[in-house]
């Protein structure tokens, strides 16, 4: 049987003078080594997107992390921080896109962007600098550090008591990177609190009723091979897709 196959929505950004489609390797090496599949990058299309044509071959949908921000107009709100990215093109395909997924039972995975972008799409909101909420941590990375002290243990999530990643990571916390000054603030209805942060920011929570629909705002993908934690979401993952591909002809 064919690997299950893992719709990867890239970012579009400007290399230079030219505009791209992009997915960092870490989330597309994730996508192989962590959880068995083939990953497929759908451009940033927006409102050109062909979702039947791209849910058609879809066997999961894995969101990235990314520098940009969610636009903020998407949850009612002015941008805070102009100098801060947006990528409308990624919003544009993303959002409607996992969606789509959801109301189909297509397994999903979002990651950091990811995770925000699909309590937007359900009607949640962010806080747009989470360092300047009053009683809330600095969850953002130092970009001029080394990308192994970026991507390094940062701070303790609590793990929700009889969760799917308490029961997966037989854990009650765990120790997680950050790189994010975004956030929850208010959780889309039908999401279910995961992890939080010891600032109770939500680090983690799954879509109700969906077979496998997990966001994180920390990152696995970052040398998934040599973390057990990140092994064993990416592996869960993988076993949720192989399930939608045996069950879907
Ligand atoms: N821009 C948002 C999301 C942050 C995010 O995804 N960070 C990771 C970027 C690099 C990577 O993909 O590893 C925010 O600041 O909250």
Known sequence: MRRPIVIVPACKRSK?????????????????????????????????????????VADDVMLTGATSNVDAALYGQAVHDPSLPLDPARDATTLPLLRAAIER????????????????????????????????????????????????????????EGGLLAGLLDARDITVNSLHGQGVALLAPGLTVEAVADDGLVEAYTVDGAAFALAVQWHPEWRVTGDAVSMKLFHAFGLACHSYQERIP
């Open 105 to 160: 039972g297509i397994p999903l995975f979002g990651i950091c962007r990811g995770f925000q972008e699909i309590n937007v799409a359900l009607g949640g909101t962010l806080h747009q600098a989470v360092q300047e909420v009053p009683g809330m941590m600095d969850h953002r990375d130092r970009p001029g550090d080394p990308l192994d002290v970026q991507y390094g243990p940062a701070h303790r999530v609590r793990l929700a």
């Open 16 to 56: 230079g003078d030219h505009p791209t489609h992009t997915v960092q390797t870490k989330y597309i090496d994730a996508v192989v080594q962590g959880a068995g599949c083939m990953p497929l990058i759908v451009p940033a299309l927006g409102g050109q997107t062909d979702i039947d044509a791209v849910l058609s």
